[in-house]
């Protein structure tokens, strides 16, 4: 009896050192990189699936979230566009464990856990972000060395400073959802 009556605490141990250890974990890789794991909308999900439509992806599309964080907008784009291949790179370990987890399923979704500015992106029809405003530049110099000309490019809330938009729509909580045609250099003259 003394057992029983022991348990609840016995198993409370191990979910207060789980739940202190993942706040940790999101605590550093937040101070590291700069950026916190962000889970997009149901909305903003629906609007860059909107714009990657209208962009015209071909059937067997490369898309890559670049930092796909919980997984939420890797999930949406799966489902929106099943004969593609969704690419997820998230460097920080306990979202990335949860996409893994809540990806398991979707066979046209693969995972990475790293960072992005080693990736190949060279292959990508079309990538997605949903980053801090800090990180945008150094973003736009990584795609301008990586992609190929023409590649889509989805910014959910920060836009590219110097870039030309080719499409947006409103996000319903944090701004525009922007669709870019890369290189989208604005020309001044």
Same mark, same amino acid.
């Given at each position: 009896?003394?057992?029983?009556a022991?348990?609840?605490?016995i198993?409370?141990?191990?979910?207060?050192?789980? *739940?202190?250890?993942?706040?940790?974990?999101?605590?550093?890789?937040?101070?590291? *990189? !700069?950026?916190?794991?962000?889970?997009?909308?149901?909305?903003?999900?629906?609007?860059?699936?909107?714009?990657?439509?209208?962009?015209?992806?071909?059937?067997?599309?490369?898309?890559?979230?670049?930092?796909?964080? /919980? !997984?939420?907008?890797?999930?949406?784009? @799966?489902?929106?566009?099943?004969q @593609?291949?969704?690419?997820?790179?998230?460097?920080?370990?306990?979202?990335?464990?949860?996409?893994?987890?809540? *990806?398991?399923?979707?066979?046209?979704?693969s995972? =990475?856990? &790293?960072?992005?500015?080693?990736?190949?992106? =060279?292959?990508?029809? +079309?990538?997605?972000?949903?980053?801090?405003?800090?990180?945008?530049?150094?973003?736009?110099?990584?795609?301008?060395? *990586?992609?190929?000309?023409?590649?889509?490019?989805?910014?959910?809330?920060?836009?590219?400073? !110097?870039?030309?938009?080719? +499409?947006? %729509?409103? &996000?319903? /909580?944090?701004?525009?959802?922007?669709?870019?045609? /890369?290189?989208?250099?604005? /020309? %001044?003259?």
């Amino acid at each position: 009896m003394i057992f029983l009556a022991r348990m609840p605490a016995i198993l409370a141990y191990p979910a207060i050192i789980f *739940t202190l250890l993942a706040s940790l974990s999101l605590l550093l890789w937040t101070a590291f *990189t !700069g950026v916190p794991p962000q889970s997009s909308s149901k909305s903003e999900a629906d609007a860059v699936i909107a714009l990657l439509k209208q962009a015209k992806l071909p059937d067997h599309a490369v898309i890559i979230d670049l930092g796909s964080g /919980w !997984g939420s907008l890797v999930i949406a784009l @799966a489902r929106a566009f099943p004969q @593609a291949s969704v690419q997820g790179v998230e460097m920080s370990p306990f979202p990335y464990l949860i996409s893994r987890f809540r *990806t398991r399923t979707l066979s046209n979704v693969s995972l =990475k856990r &790293g960072n992005f500015f080693h990736s190949n992106l =060279k292959n990508a029809n +079309a990538i997605t972000c949903y980053l801090m405003p800090a990180r945008m530049a150094q973003v736009s110099e990584l795609l301008d060395r *990586t992609v190929k000309p023409g590649t889509c490019v989805v910014a959910n809330a920060f836009q590219f400073r !110097g870039r030309c938009v080719a +499409a947006s %729509t409103q &996000g319903a /909580w944090c701004g525009t959802v922007a669709l870019y045609i /890369w290189p989208a250099r604005q /020309w %001044t003259g």
